[in-house]
Nanobody
Framework: QVQVVESGGGLVQAGGSLRLSCAAS????????MGWYRQAPGKQRELVAR???????NYADSVKDRFSISRDNAKNTVYLQMNTLKPEDTAVYYC??????????????WGQGTLVTVSS
């Protein structure tokens, strides 16, 4: 019953900003890490940003200094603030969570994705 749900995608002009949200819910003992991935048509899914349990973050080189990942532990939610968006950022963005579930089961959960379209 563990799931993650993304929101915040949409259409934006180049140079604009969007803020994505991902909320995890269900039988969660702890969250070891959450991250954002994206997939454009004809491309492999790639890591955009990730935050782990101790708060450490890492970013793809292509988004460093433009995107920022943050979290609200009380709400089991992560955010991705995307600034200075480029047409190359157009993709379906997926939330991923590594969760410790019931009976100490390690679970990897993916959201359904939210579409971000950046026009020229």
């Amino acid at each position: 019953q563990v799931q993650v749900v993304e929101s915040g995608g949409g259409l934006v002009q180049a140079g604009g900003s969007l803020r994505l949200s991902c909320a995890a819910s269900g039988s969660i003992l702890s969250i070891n890490g959450m991250g954002w991935y994206r997939q454009a048509p004809g491309k492999q899914r790639e890591l955009v940003a990730r935050i782990v349990k101790d708060g450490s973050t890492n970013y793809a080189d292509s988004v460093k200094d433009r995107f920022s990942i943050s979290r609200d532990n009380a709400k089991n939610t992560v955010y991705l603030q995307m600034n200075t968006l480029k047409p190359e950022d157009t993709a379906v963005y997926y939330c991923n969570a590594n969760i410790l579930g019931p009976w100490n089961r390690k679970l990897e959960v993916w959201g359904q994705g939210t579409l971000v379209t950046v026009s020229s």
